[in-house]
Structures are given as C-alpha cells and as structure tokens.
C-alpha cells in the first residue's frame, strides 16, 4: 500500500480499536456487505474517496447509504474509513476488508492465543486442501457455478471449523475480488499472522535459561503486558547479558549490548 493509504488505515485502527475489538461477526459480516456494494459501482467509490468533497459529506453519504441497515460499530468504521484520503479508489475497498478481517480476529482473540492459533490452522488446512486438488480449484474458481454450491464445498473440506474460520472460507470461495479463493485465504492468513504476533513474546538472552527462570520470567511479562503471552526464547551471544523482549510493536531492552550503543551515542553527542 501507498503511505497516504497505510496512514489513513492505521489511523482508522487506532481511532476505532477499543469498538473494533469488542464487535461480534455480524458487524464483521455488514463490512463485508458494504465492500460488496463497494466493488459493484466504480461512481460510489469515486464520490467516497473524491479529495474535493469534504470528509464530513462523505460520512453523510454513507449514513445515507448503510446507516439505518447496519449496527452502530458497522456504521463508525464506514465514516472513519471514507472521511481518510486514500491513494487509488480501490484502497476504499481494501481496507473495508481489512477491517472486517480484523473484526472477525478480535473474536477469536477474546479466546485467548489458542483461538487466533486455530483459525489461522484452519485456513491454512483449507488452501492447502485446495492446492491439493486441481479437480477442487477448478469447482471453486468455476464461473458457471453458483456461491451456494462452493460454500457448500468449502464446508465439506472444513468439516468442524470456528464460525470465524467458516466466515472468511465462505467469503473466499464467493467473492474472491479478482483472486484465486486460495490467495484471498493467504491474505487473511496474513493478517491472522500478524496479530498473533501480540501473544507471543520474543525473549533475547545471552545464554540458555533455567526453565524454572523461563516459568517465573513469563508470570511476569504476564503481568506487564496485561495477557497471557507465549515465549519465543532466543539465544544471542551478540547481546552480552540482561535481557530483550518484544511483544508486537512493544520492545523492552535491557540487554548489556544496548546499554553500551546507548553509552556511544552519548559520547559522540
């Protein structure tokens, strides 16, 4: 993505995170909705993401548009998203999927690293179950054929999956937005990824840990962080001693290595 569009969505996540993460599948699944309607009308993409109009005539249109049909946290993500500039109209739609992907993650998340685990596994099982099988690919990228018979497809190679798993393999198998169902999984898989990333902590150390020390150790980024994290426990002569941890964006550096690059940075200052 362009700057101006990574800036504009990153803004919108971090204007809406506190709604988004609490937002059950039916708001997912309205998002959704709107990026269908979206895709269907190049003149609608244009008139919410034309610069010349003013943001606040973009969020009426939208009102106009999906207020009355859809959930109030539906509705603020459609008004923060088109009041943002975006650098192609297409960008619009990308991160009205972007967003529902997010939603339909946070779900999962509530359930703790194990649900984020189970659906990333799942979509993985599905794209490599359809890569499997030029007979499958072919019924499923088949123009001829209907979006129920592919769901029902997908449900009979992902017999037992999370309603979130099935949510975004429906979605693939049915609107693939000019992919293959298979990269449009990949895609969310991605992002399934990326989040994950929040539950595990990356711990850099000189030297091997008693585990007894790696127990206590995790009780408390536990209790720093605010969750239940997994160690990633690395082992890195290059640092010296003391400890790095990284969770997400966060990074906690107490290793001997940093303190010396900070001790030369204010000398040479």
Known sequence: MAAVTTES????QRELAESVAQADLEVAEELFAALDVLDSSAGLRRSLTDPSRRPEDRAAMVRRLFGSQVKSTTASVLE???TRRWSRERDLGDAVEIMAVIVVAGQAEREGLRGLEDLESALLDFRRTV?????VQRALTDSQAGADSKQQLAARLTPG???QARLLIDRAVTKPRGLRPTQLVERFTEQIAERQQRWIAQ???AKELDPAYVQRLGASLDRYFGRELKLDVVVDPAVVGGIRVQVGDEVVDSTVAAKLN???????S
Do not use: F, G, N, Y
Request: proline share 0%; glycine share 0%; hydrophobic share 60%.
């Open 262 to 268: 900070d001790l030369h940075r204010k000398l040479a």
């Open 131 to 135: 890569a499997s099988s030029h007979e």
């Open 80 to 82: 923060a998203l088109v």
């Open 203 to 205: 711990v850099t150390v």
């Open 9 to 12: 969505l990153a803004a919108v």
């Open 161 to 163: 999956v999370s309603a």
